[in-house]
């Protein structure tokens, strides 16, 4: 046990002392001094990446972007297909598409 104490090289003064984190090697702004305001207000900053949270967020977001544009779809389908009933004046109905301008 000697021996390996013998041989390894004495620590010198320049690396004793305890060594600050620069910016570069903390991870982004978690080393940069800020308020607690800051840090509340800008959470997702501070905190590590949670693959997780992020899969599932990414989901969701999809499901609702999806979600609107097949809204968007049926309401577009429903204005093409609006019939409407058309009573005439001897008491006959009639199916009826809406009229529509050569504007639209």
């Not at 690396?15 to 800020?34: C, D, E, H, I, M």
């Not at 900053?45 to 968007?72: Q, R």
Request: charged share 25%.
């Amino acid at each position: 046990m000697a021996d390996k104490n013998a041989d390894s090289p004495a620590p010198s003064s320049s690396n004793t002392g305890s060594q600050k984190p620069t910016q570069s090697n903390t991870g982004g702004l978690r080393g940069v001094r800020t308020t607690s305001l800051f840090r509340a207000v800008n959470f997702e900053l501070f905190v590590k990446p949670n693959k997780a949270v992020m899969a599932f967020g990414l989901v969701a977001i999809t499901g609702c972007v999806a979600y609107i544009g097949y809204m968007h779809a049926m309401k577009e389908n429903k204005a093409d297909e609006l019939v409407y009933e058309q009573y005439r004046p001897d008491g006959s109905t009639e199916w009826t598409k809406t009229k529509r301008s050569k504007w639209d």
